[in-house]
């Protein structure tokens, strides 16, 4: 096994946003060590455009004690369609324009489908079939977009404020892959407030394995369910390590031991009239809390959300009632749940047990949907070096469909670049 590092070396941690200087203690686990031996899929595979693999290599720099990363960001999510994913395709609410013919999709139950294939899709800009219409074709990432680096020893967040997760990529999946956070960077009515959650506003913009291309970044903002396939992960204990965050720490699986799932402690409000969690009037999204971390600091009043019966429309054309749970003010972190430990998840949705270092889980329910803040957030737990937002950053309303922000997979590399050459 490769040492990247002395037990109890201290490292310096430096925010840009602060420009605080943090002295850690790295000492009980040896990142490096999980980054080479047990985390990135370097493999032969190839997919719909025939390039090398996912992850195509690795590079560590013991001196600065980074790792590089390359990948061309495209996943082999081959696979045979199961009944269900026929039954989802088939139930889409607007499958008579969305399917070029017989309103449904080409394949059926047992076909072997690959990635990017046709599957009767009647998408624009893209002449594949694979995706819905609306969100852009995934493009290979070359260049410098095709490089994340992480820091082989990652530190807490220093600052009281601390970094909010940012739009475009936060973290890169074992498989070359992207992750986003939560928010698909719209606000309810463009005002700032009520952001909204990607996997309620695009739920039927994502392709059948949960993903889905911004600027030709594919990328996912949830649990990858053809990434679980390919891990072989069903529960049969801890999950493996899905992806690394920009901050250093892995994200893990949705599973905390055999048949048990880590759990969220972030909860959606209740909006009935006589609930603590609501405005007081049934169904009014009147108010927020001033600090969602904390509820003991109250609730303000703000520009009024949507009703909660009320039917919002989403950039696709599809509608939806916008239920507790879709917007990002419409859940509060319970500190009594994430006290109790075991599958219990801290306010950045990780914890730190049985050796393995503090780690996220990505979150799901029992049925597998996803639930928030789904993966990393809705701040970091380490300390981001670049990109530190000390709010929710600024969102806008775009007039195409999907998160737009260029891609951004260089993270530290802006920083570190030159020590590379
Ligand atoms: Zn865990
Ligand atoms: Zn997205």
Redesign the pocket.
Known sequence: MIRTSPANMLVVCMCINLLLLQVVDSSNIDYGCTHLNDSWVVTGYSNIYDTEANIYRLSVDYTNNLIKVYSHGIPDYNRYFTASDITFLNSRPKKSSDFRSSSSTTKNAGDYVEFGEDIGFTTTGCSMGYWPPGPVCADAQTGTSAITSFTLLPAEEASTSGCYVGNSAQGLLVNGVAL?GWS?TNSYNSAGIWHQT?ISF?YYDFDICNG?A?MGLY?H?TYPPCLAEKLNDVGQGHSPIYGWIKDGFPIYGPYQSANTLAESCWKKRDYSASSSTGCGVSNKRTCVYNDPFDTTQGTKTVTSGPDTTATVTSLSGNIFTAVSGFYYEDYYYDSACGSSGGQYLNEYNGHDHDNLGFHYHFTIDTNSNPTFPYSMGVKFYGCITEDCFTSIPNHRRLDSV??NSAPQLGFIQFLYFNLFN
């Open positions: 986003f698909d990607a695009e889905h911004a990328h903002h999907e998160d």
